[in-house]
């Protein structure tokens, strides 16, 4: 299990002759380090044992480093100081030690005023990330509220004797639950046909918000930000995660359980900027990219965009 980054990972085009204003994330990027003075923070949790566990197809072990060729490349039009921290790798069938490294790992970022950016991996980083917030969080206020938004396909409330893909917002509840919290839970883009009544009544149970796929198209916009707004002004802390699944197969076909309906892009892709400039972002994560079943490497691209619209 390391967290040591490989720099050589941020390679690309370089057009010295443009000029410092021609950079690119591969030239902005560097490796994280304590005593550096607060930024973004990238961490990834490179495991396949979540999705293996939820009967999935393996492949996501290799999401963080093509998340991170896939950024290379991008323009940057920023300011702000961006670090790799690297990756937590999941070895054999050890997630549960895995997302406690990765959750301790997104603790001591936070910590230290670095606005935290998980790299996925299967979904099993959910838990690992809210539960780096939250330790964080409850180390200042006893109860805070944190509101998870969630794109996605799935709810992801399956219950399981063991941590997996597909077990995430379940655990998250139980945390919440131990500790006093609030469970608050937002879903955006779930397919009906891709969970069962009982995922949808455990949705219930737990009050979960959410709105279907077929819900959540441009031509209902201004319905979709009402409820995003909604749920935001009711949480202090937002943690953020998106599930590539959440997107059209056409679009994103490099995960494990590709979406024959899901959600444009251009829609995705503006909420979570309507998210982010409500000023509770703390932290966020890219889940369920898988690079061996990646054509043309269009998922890649499509998570890198999503994670730098996070920052810039």
């Known amino acids: 299990m390391t967290v040591t980054p490989d720099m050589q990972v941020w390679s690309g085009r370089t057009d010295a002759a ?54 290379a490349n991008l323009a940057w039009h920023g300011s702000t100081p961006v670090y790799d921290a690297g990756d937590v790798a999941c070895d054999g069938a050890a997630l549960e030690t895995a997302q406690q490294h990765y959750a301790a790992k997104m603790s001591e970022m936070l910590g230290r005023g670095h606005l935290a950016l998980g790299l996925g991996g299967g979904h099993e980083i959910a838990l690992a990330s809210f539960t780096g917030l939250a330790d964080h969080l409850r180390s200042q206020e006893s109860k805070p509220r944190i509101g ?28 919440c639950q131990a500790a006093g919290m609030d469970f608050e839970y937002c879903c955006l883009g779930i397919s009906q046909h891709n969970n069962t009544q009982s995922l949808f009544d455990q949705a219930e149970k737990l009050n979960v918000r959410f709105l279907l796929d077929r ?81 043309d490497a269009r998922t890649a691209r499509i998570a890198a965009r999503l994670l730098a619209s996070m920052v810039i």
Not at 18 to 47: D, I, M
Not at 151 to 162: G, I, K, N, S, V
């Open 18 to 71: 443009e000029g410092q204003s021609a950079l690119r994330w591969h030239q902005w990027v560097q490796p994280y380090a304590s005593e550096q003075a607060p930024g973004v923070t990238l961490l990834g949790l490179a495991s396949d044992e979540g999705v293996k566990r939820n009967q999935g197809r393996t492949g996501a072990r290799q999401g963080p480093s093509a998340l991170r060729k896939a950024l």
């Open 148 to 175: 998870i938004l969630n794109f996605d396909a799935h709810f992801d409330l399956r219950f399981a004797e063991q941590s997996s893909s597909g077990t995430p917002f379940l655990q998250i509840a139980d945390y």
């Open 215 to 295: 819900q959540m198209q441009s031509w209902n916009l201004p319905g979709i930000e009402a409820f995003l707004q909604a749920f935001l002004s009711t949480v202090d802390h937002l943690y953020m995660t998106v599930c590539l699944d959440v997107l059209p197969a056409s679009q994103a076909p490099g995960v494990s359980a590709p979406s024959a309906h899901g959600v444009d892009l251009t829609v995705v892709e503006h909420l979570v900027r309507l998210a982010r400039a409500s000023g509770k972002l703390r932290l966020a994560d890219i889940a369920e990219l898988n690079p061996s079943l990646d054509q």
